[in-house]
C-alpha cells in the first residue's frame, strides 16, 4: 500500500486493492483521470463508435434495442436517446436500509475504476463527473435490496446512475438532499446520458465488489484481534503457551495460519524448549489450542481472494462490450458476480467461525467448574458482595446470540440462484446478497470480539489480582494498557453496552492499536 498516496490517478491500469482500500479510508485523497493523449483519444474513440453505430441505426443491444428479455424489440431511432433515462428511472425500486456512507463511496469508485478501463464506450465527460462527485464527497443514497448479482447490480447503481442525471437522493456533508439542489450548489448541470451509457453504468458488479473489498478489509483486522484475544484468554486460563511451537505448524504449512500462531507465541513470550512458568496443562480445549487452526482459515482465505476481488474491481464488467480496433461490438456476460459471490460465501463462513471460537473461548473463562480458579462468571465483586452481582452473565449470553446469529447467516447465497426477468437471467450469481450476508456476519463477529475482549481483560486483571500466573509480556501490555480507561474492572454490576458500543466502533474502523507484526 502507498502511504502517501494523496491523489489517485486512473486509466486502464489496474488499481492495487490496497490502493482502493487507502483512498476509501483518506478523506483527502482525490481522484483523477491521467493525463495520457493516448487515453483519452482511446476513451473518446469508444464513445464516438457507439455514437456512429447507433446514428447508423445499427443492431446493439440496449442501445437500439429493449433492455433484457426484450432484446428483440427494436427502439425506433427517435426514442433512442430517451431509452437510457427510462433504464435509470424503472430500476428505482430498491428496498431496505441504505449502504452505509463509506460503502456508497467505494461503489462509486469501484464503477469509476470500472468504466476507467475503456471498454465501456462512456464519454470522458462521463468519467470527470464521477471523478467531481468523488472529489466533492457526494455519495449516491442507495438501498441495499433488490440485485440479484446479473445482469450485475442494476437496482442499486441505478442510484448512482440517478445521480448523474440529477434525480433521487445523495449523501452530501453528512446530510440526506435531493440530487439536484446538491448539483446546483457544486455548479453542476445534470449529464443527459448518451445510448449504452445507462447500461454501461448499472450494467456490472460493482456493488458487490465494493462490499467485498470493505469485507476483505475488516476481515483482516479480526484476524489479527481474534489472535490478541485468544493470547489473552491463554494468560487467564492459565493455559498451555506450547500449543503455538512453530514446529507444529511447519508441519502443517498453510502459510498464514502459521503466522497466526506465530503472533499468538510471541504475545505469549513463547520459545521453543524454553522452560513454562508455572504449572500447565498437557493439552488445553481445542478453543484455545487448535484457536491458529481456525483463525488461519480465514487468514488463508483472506489471502487467496485479495486477487480475485483486484480482478472484479479492476474488470469490465457490463455489456456489452466495446472493441474500437475490431470496430465490434462484443455480447457476453461479464456482469455475472460469480466470482464475488463464492468469495463472500466463503469468508462469511471463515468469519462466523471464529466467533464461534472466541464465543467457546469465552465460555471457558466463566465456567467456574472450567477455568481453573476464576471467580464465577468472572465476577469482579468485593468479598460479601458475591451474592448480588453476576458478573459477565449476561455478556456471555449476548456472545452466544451474537454468535448464533452469525451461524445461521452462512447458508451460502450464490446456490439459491432462480430464473428472473422472463427467463432471460435464468442463472444469476446472488453476489451481491452473499456480500450482505457477509457484512452482517463481520458485524456480528465484531461484537463478539467486543464482548470476549471485554472478559478477557477481566479474566487477566482477577487473575493478576489473584497472583497467578505469568505476568504480561511488553507486547500484550502495549495493547492492554490504552483500554484500562476504556474498560474498567467490572466490580459491581453496571450496563455494559455504552462501553461495547464505543469498542465494537474501534474494531469496525480497525483503530485498535495491534502492534507490530512481529517481535
Not at 466495446?322 to 463462513?349: P, R, W
Amino acid at each position: 500500500m502507498n502511504q502517501k498516496l494523496q491523489m489517485l490517478t486512473l486509466s486502464d491500469r489496474p488499481v492495487p486493492l490496497a490502493d482502493f482500500l487507502w483512498a476509501l479510508g483518506n478523506e483527502s485523497l482525490s481522484v483523477q483521470l491521467t493525463g495520457d493523449p493516448d487515453y483519452r483519444s482511446r476513451i473518446e474513440g469508444a464513445a464516438e463508435f457507439v455514437a456512429a453505430a447507433w446514428r447508423e441505426h445499427k443492431e446493439i443491444y440496449g442501445v437500439t434495442t429493449g433492455y433484457g428479455a426484450s432484446v428483440g424489440r427494436v427502439v425506433e431511432p427517435s426514442l433512442v436517446e430517451e431509452l437510457p433515462l427510462h433504464l435509470v428511472r424503472f430500476h428505482g425500486c430498491g428496498l431496505g436500509k441504505d449502504l452505509v456512507p463509506k460503502a456508497a463511496k467505494a461503489v462509486l469508485l469501484a464503477r469509476l475504476i470500472s468504466l476507467a478501463k475503456g471498454d465501456s464506450g462512456v464519454r470522458w465527460e462521463l468519467l470527470e463527473r464521477l471523478c467531481s462527485l468523488y472529489n466533492h464527497g457526494v455519495w449516491p443514497r442507495i438501498p441495499e435490496e433488490g440485485s440479484v448479482g446479473a445482469s450485475g447490480d442494476l437496482t442499486p447503481l441505478s442510484y448512482l446512475a440517478a445521480v448523474l442525471v440529477g434525480e433521487r437522493e445523495v449523501l452530501y456533508r453528512g446530510n440526506l438532499r435531493p440530487t439536484a439542489q446538491v448539483l446546483q450548489e457544486l455548479g453542476l448541470a445534470p449529464l443527459r446520458l448518451m445510448p449504452k451509457e445507462a447500461l454501461s453504468m448499472m450494467n456490472g458488479t460493482s456493488v458487490m465488489t465494493a462490499l467485498a473489498a470493505l469485507v476483505w478489509q475488516r476481515a483482516e483486522f479480526v484476524v489479527r484481534l481474534a489472535g490478541k484475544i485468544t493470547a489473552l484468554n491463554v494468560v487467564a486460563y492459565l493455559g498451555n503457551p506450547a500449543h503455538f511451537d512453530p514446529r507444529i505448524f511447519a508441519a502443517k504449512p498453510h502459510p498464514a495460519q502459521g503466522k497466526v500462531a506465530a503472533r499468538i507465541a510471541l504475545d505469549l513470550g513463547y520459545r521453543p524448549k524454553a522452560p513454562l512458568q508455572g504449572p500447565k496443562r498437557l493439552q488445553d480445549p481445542y478453543s484455545l489450542r487448535c484457536a491458529p487452526h481456525v483463525i488461519g482459515v480465514l487468514a488463508d482465505g483472506l489471502e487467496q481472494f485479495a486477487s480475485w476481488i483486484e480482478i472484479e474491481l479492476n474488470s469490465a464488467n457490463d455489456n456489452p462490450l466495446v472493441d474500437v480496433e475490431a470496430q465490434e461490438f462484443l455480447h457476453g456476460g461479464n456482469f455475472y458476480g460469480g466470482h464475488i459471490a463464492f468469495v463472500m460465501d466463503s469468508l462469511k463462513t471463515a468469519v462466523a467461525n471464529v466467533a464461534d471460537l472466541l464465543d467457546r473461548q469465552m465460555a471457558l473463562l466463566v465456567d467456574e467448574r472450567m477455568n481453573h480458579g476464576l471467580p464465577a462468571n468472572l465476577s469482579g465483586a468485593a468479598l460479601g458482595r458475591e451474592t448480588i452481582n453476576h458478573g459477565l452473565k449476561a455478556l456471555q449470553i449476548a456472545v452466544s446470540a451474537w454468535t448464533a446469529e452469525a451461524l445461521k447467516l452462512t447458508m451460502p447465497a450464490s446456490v439459491f440462484s432462480r430464473s428472473t426477468e422472463c427467463h432471460n437471467q435464468d442463472k444469476v450469481s446472488m453476489g451481491t446478497i452473499a456480500a450482505r450476508d457477509a457484512m452482517r456476519i463481520l458485524e456480528l463477529t465484531e461484537q463478539v470480539l467486543a464482548g470476549t475482549l471485554v472478559a478477557a481483560l477481566q479474566g487477566v486483571r482477577l487473575r493478576r489480582a489473584m497472583g497467578q500466573g505469568a505476568a504480561l509480556t511488553e507486547r500484550l501490555e502495549r495493547f492492554v494498557a490504552p483500554l484500562e480507561s476504556l474498560l474498567p474492572l467490572v466490580t459491581e454490576d453496571r450496563p455494559l453496552e455504552p462501553e461495547l458500543r464505543r469498542l465494537v466502533a474501534l474494531i469496525a474502523d480497525g483503530a485498535l492499536d495491534l502492534g507490530p507484526e512481529e517481535g
